[in-house]
């Protein structure tokens, strides 16, 4: 696709459940990472993938949080037992290695945990 | 304190002012980048630096690697520039991880 895309771009989710965020990087951009925008405060490093691998998951708040992408592309955000605490703007980029190439930032996806 | 700090934290400008944007950071840096956020919108980059300056359109930046500053200006303010501006760092030693200030609101009032 032409940029990074990210779906649902809204979520309204009741504390508790499970929910899945999708992130479909830019082809061809073998790094992703994924980061968190919550209400106030800056943005906060999740997760990054080079290719299939997460070499770093070391901003993953809690073991309810995890990821995992496939293909080399897509990748998938999942929270379990969603809690009021996480709500915030969940962002997703990709690039095309690591870090030293620009990174493309996908629309985010607005979890709201009621 | 923050690794990343940016002034001003709100900037409210009337249309046509040249803005400035600043960044300041502790600690020893690999890559800067400035950041635009629309309210309800996704992040668009706007520049990255290791050194020097960049300009794109109304845009420049600039970066001080010895006294650890980037500023952001944008000449000719226009309401369609407002949105929160983020100065984000990727550490020196580190290929990927980036580490945001809290951003710049700005507003340009017609």
């Known amino acids: 696709g032409a940029g990074v895309s990210q779906s649902p771009s809204n979520k309204v989710t009741e504390k508790g459940k499970d929910v899945e965020l999708r992130c479909d990087p830019i082809?061809?951009?073998?790094?992703l990472y994924w980061y968190r925008q919550s209400l106030g405060q800056g943005l906060e490093f999740l997760i990054y993938?080079?290719?299939?691998?997460?070499?770093?998951k070391s901003g993953l708040p809690s073991d309810r949080f995890s990821a995992e992408r496939t293909g080399g592309s897509v990748s998938t955000l999942t929270i379990q037992r969603t809690q009021q605490e996480d709500s915030a703007v969940y962002l997703c980029a990709s690039s095309l290695g690591r870090g030293d190439t620009e990174a493309f930032f996908g629309q985010g996806t607005r979890l709201t945990v009621v | 304190k923050n690794e990343v700090e940016q002034s001003p934290q709100n900037l409210t400008a009337q249309e046509g002012e040249f803005i400035t944007i600043n960044c300041s950071y502790s600690?020893?840096?690999?890559?800067l980048h400035w950041l635009q956020q629309h309210p309800g919108g996704g992040i668009v980059s706007l520049f990255m630096?290791?050194?020097g300056k960049k300009k794109h359109g109304r845009l420049i930046a600039t970066i001080n690697i010895q006294e650890k500053h980037s500023s952001l200006h944008i000449t000719a303010s226009h309401p369609r520039d407002s949105a929160v501006y983020i100065c984000a760092v990727r550490r020196g030693g580190s290929n990927y991880k980036l580490t945001f200030g809290k951003g710049t609101l700005l507003t340009v009032n017609p």
């Open positions: 082809s061809g951009h073998t790094a």
């Open positions: 600690v020893g840096i690999s890559a």
């Open positions: 630096l290791s050194s």
């Open positions: 993938f080079q290719g299939n691998s997460a070499p770093d």
